[in-house]
């Protein structure tokens, strides 16, 4: 029982191409999150997602969009991939009366060429 | 005012010894500060938490120590043994703010 899953794994690209990240809980949390971990292992928050809506984005560039079709899914699309968006990226849920407890997937290892 | 100061950045410890990781935070509006193991290939995932209105939590080898007046806290792994070798972030949010910030994180090694 996978309580926070994220496909793919990994994931290998060349620069300009796009690419998406899936994410799903099966916690029945409310709250959903991106993060992006740098090489020196800097955990970043990206987005914030309460019951589908978007409530927090960090200043992230508009090449990425997440989407939320239902609170149990996330997805992340990365439009026009640079260098520098080589990261872990990370999908995390936590429920509605303890936000602050993050229960976070096994990431998703992204290298731009 | 939103960061979340962490050291030290490496740590290497005898098998049996205490592992001690400090952090420390500016804005006081965070009140509840929690803290990440995560080992390589894997996410985060919760250990420990402590909110302000306690001085120290304890759960098993690992204790919270927290001095609210300066704004500072830090994990104490006591008996450290090689299974604990891993990073570990502080990190800090305020109730109902959906945003946890998050120190730079330790790795932690436990020499056998």
């Known amino acids: 029982d996978t309580a926070v899953s994220q496909t793919p794994k990994y994931l290998v690209t060349q620069m300009g191409n796009d690419k998406s990240i899936k994410c799903e809980q099966n916690?029945?949390?409310?709250?959903m999150y991106w993060y992006k971990q740098d090489s020196k292992k800097f955990l970043k928050i990206m987005f914030s997602?309460?019951?589908?809506?978007?409530?927090i984005n960090e200043t992230v560039p508009n090449r990425f969009s997440p989407k939320s079709p239902d609170k149990a899914h996330l997805n992340l699309h990365i439009n026009s991939l640079e260098l520098g968006d080589s990261a872990v990226y990370f999908c995390?849920?936590?429920?509605?009366?303890?936000?602050?407890?993050?229960?976070f997937g096994p990431g998703t290892r992204l290298l731009v060429l | 005012q939103q960061q979340v100061k962490q050291s030290p950045q490496s740590l290497i410890v005898q098998k049996g010894g205490i592992s001690i990781i400090n952090c420390a935070y500016e804005n006081t509006a965070f009140d509840y500060f929690p803290w990440y193991q995560q080992f390589p290939g894997k996410g985060p995932a919760l250990l420990i938490a402590?909110?302000?209105?306690?001085s120290e939590k304890k759960e098993g080898r690992f204790t919270i120590s927290f001095n609210k007046s300066a704004k500072q806290f830090s994990l104490h792994i006591m008996d450290s043994q090689p299974g604990d070798s891993a990073t570990y972030f502080c990190a800090a949010s305020r109730s109902g703010g959906f945003k946890t910030i998050f120190g730079a994180g330790t790795r932690l090694f436990v020499k056998a």
């Open positions: 402590i909110r302000p209105d306690v």
């Open positions: 997602y309460n019951n589908k809506e978007l409530i």
């Open positions: 916690l029945g949390h409310d709250t």
């Open positions: 995390a849920s936590s429920p509605i009366d303890r936000q602050e407890t993050q229960y």
